[in-house]
Nanobody
Framework: QVQLVESGGGLVQPGGSLRLSCAAS????????MGWYRQAPGKQRELVGG???NVADSVKGRFTASRDNAKNTVYLQMNDLKPEDTAVYYC???????????????WGQGTQVSVSS
């Protein structure tokens, strides 16, 4: 099994910054991709960025996704946060537990980001 543990969420004022982290642990041979999604109240979960894609247009120029392969960790640096960025942010990873196993998809538990004055 693989666990994804997110951290770094919280309450911030508009224009502020937060950095999310997601660390993968457990039965890991290799990680094909790691990225971030978010889900706002009443809306569908949407891709934010990371994995093998660039960040979404809605956050381009404000958010940056990066990955530390040695630590099996992905980060999301969020600058100039807006109220519409308020959501639960989820980490997602495609992980292989052995050289010949197909990748399996895993989700973190989510971390709340709230942007409000």
């Amino acid at each position: 099994q693989v666990q994804l543990v997110e951290s770094g969420g919280g309450l911030v004022q508009p224009g502020g910054s937060l950095r999310l982290s997601c660390a993968a642990s457990g039965s890991i041979f290799s990680i094909d991709s790691m990225g971030w999604y978010r889900q706002a109240p009443g809306k569908q979960r949407e891709l934010v960025g990371g994995g093998n894609t660039n960040v979404a247009d809605s956050v381009k120029g404000r958010f940056t996704a990066s990955r530390d392969n040695a630590k099996n960790t992905v980060y999301l640096q969020m600058n100039d946060l807006k109220p519409e960025d308020t959501a639960v942010y989820y980490c997602n990873a495609e992980v292989r537990s052995s050289p010949l196993s197909p990748p399996r998809n895993y989700w973190g538990q989510g971390t709340q980001v709230s942007v409000s004055s």
